[in-house]
């Protein structure tokens, strides 16, 4: 039996920092009807649901998302819901959003937003949705609903789905709204409904 000696092992006592990314010459800019406000007055809580134990569904709100470029952009829209932890009703996919707290502490309800009718200068188009901007999936069937730190784009159509560059897009967002049964709610005083989510455009 031979035996080599190798000397000792060396750790390396520097690492790189690296920082990347373009600055592109187009730029987008959101707009949503309405100031993007969806607004439901003052509720009274005996108007909801009278089984004191079951959630009350809102009625669904529509907004028209309009972007405009100064040129042809690859580029998508996230959503970042500003009330994070507040839904009582998130699962595995954390897919709705808070309605805030009221007394600091207890949830009010949740809400979920979905799109349809997405038109990309002036053509309709189907579409999609990624968690990294990189892998993308299809959005349009039944609605699907769209989860807190997605992005959503319009597709190029193809057989694998990719972002379309767009100097125009619009889309319906629908905002269907839940408020917690009134039996987990306070009973003494006005609840504050303080949903707020931010749509950001990602230059991809």
């Known amino acids: 039996m031979t035996l080599a000696y190798l000397g000792p092992v ?15 010459p ?4 959101p707009m949503l009807t309405n100031g993007g406000a969806v607004d439901y007055g003052k509720i009274s809580i005996k108007d909801l649901n009278p089984a004191t134990h079951l959630p009350t569904l809102l009625p669904v709100a529509s907004l028209r998302l309009n972007i405009e470029c100064t040129a042809q952009t690859l580029m998508a829209v996230k959503v970042r819901d500003n009330r994070a932890g507040s839904s009582p009703e998130s699962d595995l996919f954390n897919q709705n959003f808070g309605l805030g707290w009221v007394n600091g502490d207890k949830k009010v309800g949740w809400y979920i ?5 997405g038109v990309a200068d002036g053509v309709e188009r ?3 949705e990624s968690m990294d ?3 993308w999936f299809d959005a349009a069937p039944a609605n699907q609903v769209w989860q807190p730190g997605w992005m959503r784009a319009l597709t ?3 057989a694998s789905p990719s972002p379309l560059p767009v100097q125009t897009m619009a889309v319906d967002i629908h905002v ?3 408020i917690l049964s009134r039996m987990q709610l306070p009973k003494d005083q006005e609840i ?5 989510a931010t749509l950001d455009v990602v230059y991809l």
């Not at 390396?12 to 600055?23: L, N, P």
């Not at 504050?192 to 707020?196: H, Q, R, T, V």
């Open 10 to 24: 060396v750790a390396a006592s520097s690492v790189d920092v690296t920082v990347k990314g373009s600055i592109t």
């Open 26 to 29: 187009a730029a987008c800019t």
């Open 113 to 117: 937003l979905r799109m349809s009718h």
């Open 126 to 128: 189907s579409l999609i």
């Open 133 to 135: 901007g990189s892998t």
């Open 156 to 158: 190029a159509g193809g």
């Open 176 to 178: 269907g709204t839940t």
């Open 192 to 196: 504050p409904i303080d949903g707020s």
